[in-house]
């Protein structure tokens, strides 16, 4: 019997789970709360974060020398002028000259390399239309010439797949700069301006442009004896912008531009953004390690980091004017009996000088009872709730 | 409809019907895809995908490839159909096991050994001894000379006695190796396994050709199996999934949880949101397009579009804002949900090693109800008590023993009685020995042990046994006796057993000595008293019955008559053709045995004592101050029920606590009780008293009948009510009225009496207890005592719901916060639809970036299990359903909108002019995303194990390291971008800000509340994580043993010396509330959103 009862027992304890500290949920585990402390360094420590890389964002995009001239509006010629279908018609008309001279003096002493770029506003480059109307298959080798079908628009014509297909390359930007300082022209550098790697890998070396810009001419055109890798004015306008404002690289200078030097600048004014209103820009300008020019940047550090200091003063003020409340806790009587009386609390904060008296108070104050309120007694105010409606 | 089954012939029944291959699957290999499909497509969310998923496939409005919903969707199709398939692969195989088992099978007298399935209706089937039972068999044969032979049928019904079972008397004595033709006339299968009605005729060359009556005493059912008997055998009756156990077997309705159903709330105010977004972007996409598109020479709008013009862009919109609706959500909350299931299975804590138990979540789904219960609706016997029958005390002839001792058996002057044979004691004894359905088994070694039915039984036994009256042995109809040295042979008659309308129980034996033939009885008082001789007094008995119960005692009456030959001759005809009648049998045997049950001679009382289980008062007492409301349900006397509700804390003696008694035999009593009660109830509702009001059987009928209204707004005031001499269907219906009335409720109970409770409250739990495992097997979760429930509840259900709280409502987060970003990219692309993002994204971001850092949340934990148990009433939050409600829900949808704002922001103006460029700008925004959320998890995530670090910071990586391996493939849209990004200084400033943005302002205003406006549990999250209050708060709290002596919290003159001010931090009883401010007083303030709206809709229901 006894053998029988012991071999039971053994079963027993074999049924038993097996303990594991993942299976009891006893893993060891760090568990922080947000004690006034920890809090107030935090954001301490974020303003001094954010302020410093504030300040050198704002640094350098303060020593990057940028010079922005619009010439959309100034390169149409006065009788063009007068309205909107007036500068359509100029523009599109192939018969007028859109040749443009512009001048302007260099404000600082501009570190080559200083990179050109074409700025477009209001030109919605993320259009739904617009972004998706390309085929890729096709760009990067000549096997997919006639895998147009993502282009929807511009893909093919009587005489066969276009190449480059689609709207993007159709639209391609197609005003041309041309620098000079007295006299002497500014040699633009066009090689290198797209991304390396759309040059080896997206754009085919093989692949030639085909029936391009035959029918309706929407922008540039392009020399059909150079492969696309190498068509880069094609590749950077291709990598299509997210923002309805964006500026492309059209190319570098390679040479130091010294203050108050005075640059001319012939301009073919040939691209349409006078049907939607869209601003032209030329823009110059150095980098630096944050890029181009943006103060926002560095202002949004600042923001943050002042909001972060601000918060953390506020938070330590109220430590010092309101104390917590969980300090009560901590100096809590143990004894059971009298500890949460008055009594107990005043003669305990006697005793202690400098105790947590103050914060007992505070406690029983506001807090004491808002677990019962919440709690039952809102379960008993439905139930009369229910109780008066059953009676009528 | 009936079903006849031919003897051993193949070819009248080969066909009719099916064969004993037993199928638990639900699917079929060629079934499984369409049909899990079917059921997937059958949930409303999924069907939303699916038409999303179709949209897509329209490349003109597809914003991205199709592949970034169809992806997830498969996946999440794949993920479900996996488990699906697996859990019936699993069953398959059991299945598989049960049916290629090895039965012998007697075919024209020759025994042939054939595999389970193959068993056809018809077949003789031969089992030796501790064989499992194939197919439900009618029993021809065994190897006991009577017919008799032992199943034990703990699979069936979990009750782990041995019963007998015969073979039809016209079976009786033929070799069954000749028997091969007959037939048995049967009804079609059921699954009631406690009957089975059918005839039997055995054709020639048997003589006995008459209709011979079958019960179910006559069958073995399946997964029975056969002890104690050489061997048996049967003919199959019903096979394969037809059998009793197979027809039992049903789909159980899946419960919602209110998490559950909070979250398709949610879902569906998000749709709205989302049809309201796309309709006003696909107006103004439409005006944009008209206005300003068409100027725009280089999109090439043509000037005349297709019908479906207009429809274009507000579809292209509705794509793009259907991530809103998180995809993952379903997968994310099953597996979790999983999960807490299996931590209860786990649990160490709630392994009862007494009888080797460990709690089981037969339902994973509803974890969280569990944290949410309001009602706790429990049975008496094996539930609070251990079910362990002792006998104490007893009353014989108006002598009362063992009221010293407390223990009659220890009672000298009852031993003295036995000894010197007082033929009250004597005759008392011998029913206490003989009136049972007992099996003595005698061991090796000499001794005997007992398998009884009852509790009650076995006790009664056992107790005689100590006094001289051994019941030795049981030989088919033959009961040996030995008393005091002698023995004493009775021969059984006739069993007329116990049912719970009858609630007595009595044999006719005869005496094989004296040929006398005696009716002995026992039952409950009411069932034996009023049949007394009319000669006799019965005061002295009753008196005795309540001075028993009023020590929580169980009474059981023992009373005999003899009777008279002729009297029995003539009764015994009518009883065995009542036992044979096919229709209302039950009905017509227990009249029948009415007209023998009367003229008794009251023997004597005896009470037996049933022991609360450990830690009983303790688990009820802590769960009272969670909140929880108590209900007992029992089917004992008023007295017994009222001594274990007090001794088990449930109730609270005066002056404290108090008891309205409802009771009354006519409509017009029980009204006026129900009532008054009522109205005492309203008056003293306001007061600290304990009231707790009591109703019985009889009142309750009248009550639920004819003032339902009355007594659900009873039920509803009364924090704890004991309901006496209920029916399982009225337990059934208490439970249905309070769960209709939006309460949470919990039924908890231990026997089949209790199953219909169980299955009808939002979560049953069984314990798996002494009277078997029905109510475990219908049960959501089963658990070894009673006192598991308090960890239950408190630890896996809180927790449940804190986790699946933060989920759910994460989950909404991430897939707004994405979509938000969309929605403010369509106004500066041209309000035309365009995607911020690439497909490979979207797809990745709502199965795997944003997914597996949330799931780790099934593993936090907000307080320990200790600070929880401490302070039981913190369940609170849970149960208002503080944590996840529309009030919270709208801040994380301000808190999405907020950091879309942040990550939108700094994007477009980090990235600005010449580094605009889409691919890049996306991966910028897309991992300020990311790193947001890793934060907001690391915020909202209170205990950091070495998993949550590895799932937060690892996900973060692991987005990297995936972006990295995607962007080196050349064809993909986003080569070298990511690359590009790493190197450069601005894109970790720009993370590295719009972090500190982000999250700067959240991490202020949770670190404000959780120290100025803290809730409770952020203060016992202090007191623990700072230490030493804990101990504090522990010392105040009044041991629960002590609570009913000292009542601290419910006496009545205490508000008088005390001002609310000096309650204790928390308080331990949710009662002082009412306490301290009086009824009247309005606290809407503090009362939660859910709670109000709940209550609202309360009354228009009863309105």
């Not at chain 1, 007992?360 to 109780?387: A, H």
């Not at chain 2, 034996?528 to 009319?534: D, K, R, S, V």
Request: proline share 4%; with cysteine.
């Amino acid at each position: 019997m006894n053998a029988a009862g012991s071999d039971g027992a053994d079963k027993m304890h074999s049924k038993k789970p097996k303990y594991s500290m993942f299976t009891q949920q006893e893993l060891p585990a760090f568990k922080p709360i947000l004690t006034p402390g920890r809090v107030i360094t935090l954001f301490v420590s974020i303003a001094v974060i954010c302020i410093p890389i504030g300040l050198a964002c704002l640094y350098a995009s303060e020593n990057v020398v940028e010079i922005v001239d619009r010439y959309d509006k100034d390169c149409i010629p006065s009788s063009y002028s007068t309205n909107t279908d007036d500068m359509i018609s100029y523009i599109q008309s192939s018969t007028t000259n859109k040749t443009c001279i512009k001048k302007f003096t260099v404000p600082k002493k501009m570190k080559h390399p200083i990179y050109i770029y074409y700025q477009l506003d209001n030109f919605y480059q993320n259009h739904r239309r617009f972004v998706q109307s390309r085929s890729d298959n096709q760009l990067r080798s000549k096997e997919n010439e006639d895998k147009v079908t993502g282009c929807l628009l511009e893909a093919s014509n009587s005489d066969g797949p276009i190449v480059p297909c689609g709207l993007i390359a159709w639209s391609l930007f197609n005003d041309t700069y041309a620098f000079s300082s007295n006299n002497v022209t500014i040699q633009v550098n066009k090689k290198g301006i797209a991304w390396e790697s759309d040059t080896q890998f997206k754009f085919g070396y093989d692949v030639y442009p085909k029936n391009f810009q035959s029918g309706v001419i929407g922008g540039a055109k392009l020399d059909e004896k150079i492969p696309l890798s190498e068509q880069e004015d094609l590749i950077v306008w291709m990598r299509t912008a997210v923002l309805p404002s964006f500026r492309k690289l059209y190319g570098k200078i390679e040479e130091d531009l010294d203050a108050n030097q005075k640059i001319t600048v012939v301009i073919q004014n040939n691209y349409n953004t006078y049907s939607f209103g869209g601003d032209k820009k030329l823009v110059l300008s150095t980098t630096t390690w944050i890029g181009g020019k943006n103060d926002y940047i560095g202002l949004a550090f600042l923001t943050v980091g002042g909001l972060s200091f601000s918060l953390a003063i506020i938070f330590n003020l109220l430590y010092l004017f309101r104390p917590r409340l969980s300090r009560v806790q901590l100096c809590g009587n143990s004894d059971p009996d009298g500890g949460w009386e008055r009594g107990g609390v005043f003669e305990q904060a006697e005793v202690e000088p400098g105790g947590c008296l103050d914060s007992i108070e505070l406690l029983f104050q506001k807090q004491t009872f808002e677990f019962d309120d919440l709690g039952l007694l809102s379960l008993g105010f439905s139930r009369s709730g229910q109780q008066q409606n059953l009676l009528t | 409809m009936k079903r006849y089954v031919y003897i051993n012939d193949d070819e009248l029944s080969q066909d009719l019907y099916c064969d004993n291959r037993i199928s638990n699957t639900k699917y079929t290999i060629l079934n499984f895809l369409p049909k899990n499909l079917w059921e997937q497509f059958s949930r409303f969310m999924n069907q939303y995908f699916l038409l999303i998923a179709c949209l897509q496939l329209w490349p003109l409005i597809t914003p991205v490839n199709p592949a970034s919903t169809w992806g997830p969707l498969i996946f999440i199709f794949a993920v479900s159909a996996t488990k699906e398939g697996w859990d019936d692969y699993n069953r398959y195989l059991s299945d598989k096991k049960a049916n290629e088992k090895e039965v012998w099978v007697v075919k024209q007298g020759i025994k042939k050994h054939i595999q389970a399935q193959d068993i056809r209706v018809g077949n003789i089937v031969w089992l030796r001894e501790n064989d499992e039972v194939p197919c439900d068999l009618v029993l021809v044969g065994t190897s006991d000379l009577q017919g008799l032979c032992y199943v034990e049928t703990s699979a069936l019904d979990g009750e782990t006695d041995l019963k007998t079972r015969v073979i039809p008397h016209a079976c009786m004595g033929i070799d069954f190796e000749l028997l091969h033709k007959g037939v048995i006339e049967c009804p079609n299968p059921d699954k009631d396994i406690r009957r089975f009605d059918a005839n039997l005729r055995l054709f020639p060359p048997f003589i006995d050709n008459d209709l011979c009556p079958l019960t179910i005493k006559n069958t073995i059912l399946q997964s029975c199996y056969l002890r104690n008997t050489e061997w048996a055998c049967g003919v199959a009756v019903y096979t394969g999934n037809e059998t009793k156990l197979g027809m039992s077997r049903g789909v159980p309705e899946p419960k919602l949880t209110a998490v559950d159903m909070m979250i398709d709330k949610l879902t569906g105010a998000i749709f709205i949101f989302q049809i309201v977004v796309v309709i006003v972007l696909g107006i103004a996409g439409n005006v944009w397009k008209d206005t300003e598109a068409r100027k725009q020479w280089y999109v090439q709008y043509p000037n005349e579009g297709p019908w479906y013009e207009l429809l274009v862009i507000p579809l292209r919109f509705e794509l793009l804002c259907s991530i809103m609706i998180p995809i993952s959500i379903k997968v994310s909350l099953d597996l979790v949900k999983s999960l807490y299931a299996k931590f209860i299975d786990w649990d160490c804590e709630m392994f009862d090693i007494e009888t080797g138990t460990r709690a089981n979540a037969a339902n994973t789904a509803i974890s969280e109800d569990l944290g949410q219960v309001e009602y706790i609706l429990t049975d008496k016997t094996g539930t609070l008590t251990e079910n362990k029958m002792v006998f104490k005390r007893c009353c014989i002839g108006g002598i009362f023993y063992g009221n010293e001792t407390g223990d009659a058996l220890k009672d000298l002057e009852l031993l003295d009685a036995v000894v010197s044979g007082s033929p009250d004691v004597v005759r008392f004894l011998t029913v206490m020995a003989l009136c049972n359905t007992v099996i003595p088994i005698r061991s090796k070694s000499g001794s005997i042990s007992y398998k009884a039915q009852s509790q009650d039984e076995e006790a009664l036994v056992r107790a005689a046994a100590c006094l001289h009256m051994i019941f030795v042995n049981k030989n088919a109809n033959i009961l040996e006796i030995n008393y005091n040295g002698t023995m004493a042979q009775y021969e059984v008659l006739d069993t007329l057993e116990f049912t719970s309308d009858r609630k007595r129980m009595s044999v006719v034996v005869k005496d094989c000595k004296s040929g006398k033939i005696i009716l002995l009885s026992k039952g409950a008082d009411e069932a034996i008293l009023p049949c007394a001789n009319p000669g006799q007094q019965t005061r002295s008995f009753s008196e005795a019955v309540d001075q028993y119960a009023q020590l929580g005692l169980r009474t059981l009456c023992l009373a005999w008559r003899v009777l008279e030959e002729d009297e029995y001759q003539e009764w015994s005809l009518i009883f065995k053709e009542a036992n044979s009648s096919l229709v209302d049998r039950e009905w017509r045997v227990a009249e029948v045995c009415q007209r023998l049950e009367h003229g008794f001679e009251i023997l004597g009382v005896a009470a037996i004592e049933d022991r609360l289980q450990d830690g009983v008062p303790e688990t009820i007492t802590t769960l009272r101050k969670a909140g929880i409301n108590f209900w007992m349900l029992t089917g004992d006397k008023q007295n017994t029920a009222l001594q274990i509700a007090l001794s088990c804390n449930l109730v609270s003696p005066e002056p404290k606590g108090q008891l309205l008694l409802i009771n009354g035999k006519t409509d017009d009593e029980v009204c006026r009780s129900l009532e008054r009660v009522l109205l005492t109830m309203r008056t003293t509702n306001s007061e600290p008293k304990d009231v707790a009001f009591v109703i019985d059987g009889w009142a309750l009928e009248i009550a639920l009948r004819h003032y339902r209204k009355t007594f659900t707004e009873l039920a509803l005031l009364s924090r704890t009510a004991i309901c006496c001499r209920v029916t399982p269907s009225q337990k059934a219906q208490l439970v249905y009225i309070i769960k209709s009335c939006e309460y949470k409720t919990l039924a908890i109970g231990d026997g089949g009496n209790d199953v219909r409770m169980i299955q009808q409250a939002d979560i049953g739990v069984g314990i798996s207890g002494r009277e078997g495992l029905q109510a475990a097997r219908a049960a959501d979760y089963s658990i070894g005592k009673f006192r598991f429930l308090k960890r239950l509840i408190l630890v896996h259900g809180r927790y449940s719901y804190n986790r699946t709280a933060f989920l759910s409502q994460y989950s909404f987060y991430k897939s707004l916060l994405i979509c938000f970003i969309q929605i403010f990219f369509s106004f500066i692309s041209g309000v035309s639809g365009t995607s911020l993002f690439n497909s490979v994204s979207l797809m990745a971001y709502n199965t795997f970036y944003t997914s597996i850092p949330v799931l780790v949340s099934a593993l936090d934990k907000d307080l320990s299990e200790r600070t929880v148990m401490q302070h039981p009433q913190i369940l609170f939050y849970c149960q208002a359903g503080r944590l996840l409600n529309p009030s919270t829900f709208a801040g994380w949808f301000g808190r999405s909108l907020f950091h879309a704002i942040v990550v939108f922001l700094i994007t477009i103006h980090a990235y600005a002019y010449e580094r605009s460029e889409m691919e890049e700008m996306s991966m910028v925004a897309l991992s300020g995303c990311i790193w947001l959320q890793a934060f907001v998890v690391a915020l909202e995530t209170n205990s950091f194990t070495v998993l949550q670090h590895l799932a937060i910071w690892g996900n973060l990586a692991g987005f990297y390291i995936i972006n990295w391996i995607v962007s080196t493939l050349p064809s993909s849209g986003m080569h070298t971008i990511m690359f590009r990004l790493c190197r450069q200084p601005s894109y970790w400033t720009t993370m590295f800000l719009m972090v500190a943005a982000g999250m700067g302002p959240v991490l202020a205003l949770k670190y404000f509340r959780y120290t100025y406006r803290s809730s409770k549990i952020n203060i016992l999250q202090q007191a623990e994580r700072l230490g030493g209050p804990i101990l504090t708060l522990g010392n105040i709290e009044p041991q629960p043993r002590s609570l009913e002596k000292e009542a601290t919290p419910l006496l009545l003159i205490q508000p008088k010396n005390r001002s609310p001010v000096h309650e204790p931090l928390l308080s331990d009883s949710p009662n002082t509330t009412r306490r301290s401010f009086g009824s009247g007083t309005p606290f809407d303030f503090f009362q939660s959103q859910s709670r109000l709206s709940s209550s609202y809709s309360r009354n228009c229901k009863d309105n």
